[in-house]
């Protein structure tokens, strides 16, 4: 293995937990249109993409848009129960100041990754940063990572990739990358 020169970490479940956030965001927009939401339920889809979800929660076509607005709309009330990894914070802050290049990526949306980005003070400590908007395909398609990887001009073993689910992990080892996997977060 070569240098390391740049660090790429997943967002939502790795350096984020958003669980309870968006839950308490969904739950809200979903009860506007009279569907329900149990956090069981909401925890078997965490991780899909938005069509993915409403489908296996029979969300009517002709709803989707307008909870999916309204959801945006009310997330940033929830963002206090959002959850930043400090321990992996602290290694990204420490990998950025030895001159390491760092980077998102993520499928999440743009609007709620920055939002929250703002709302711990952490937007700074990222040269680039890849979202939903950015790709055409999730995970475990390894597009978000060699996308990365060719905005960060490093090869697959200068990067090292910080991902929790096991499709992340996937997308990881289909771009050619090594990988930590997150398993459980200090909050501290």
């Known amino acids: 293995m070569g240098r390391i020169k740049a660090i790429i970490t997943d967002f939502d479940g790795t350096l984020v937990d958003t669980l ?38 029979n969300i009517k ?34 990998a950025k100041q030895m001159g390491m290049r760092t980077c998102i990526a993520s499928t999440a949306t743009r609007e709620n990754l920055c939002g929250l980005l703002k ?6 400590y990222f040269d680039i940063i890849i979202t939903g908007e950015n790709v055409s395909k999730g995970k475990p398609d390894p597009e978000v990572y060699i996308k ?6 490093c090869e697959p073993e200068e990067a090292i990739v910080f991902e929790d ?20 977060f200090n909050y501290e």
């Open 20 to 57: 309870m956030s968006n839950f308490f965001a969904y739950r809200e927009a979903f009860e506007s249109f009279d569907y329900q939401l149990s956090l069981n339920d909401y925890r078997q889809c965490y991780g899909l993409r938005f069509d993915a979800f409403c489908d296996k929660m």
């Open 165 to 184: 689910s096991d499709i992340g992990c996937e997308a990881a080892e289909n771009a050619d990358l090594n990988y930590i996997k997150v398993t459980e």
């Open 148 to 153: 990365a990887m060719n905005l960060l001009e």
């Open 119 to 124: 709302y711990f003070n952490i937007e700074s």
């Open 61 to 94: 076509q002709d709803d989707r848009k307008q909870i999916k607005e309204l959801k945006k709309k009310i997330y940033p009330a929830y963002f206090s129960h959002t959850r930043l990894n400090e321990s992996l914070m602290r290694f990204i802050k420490s």
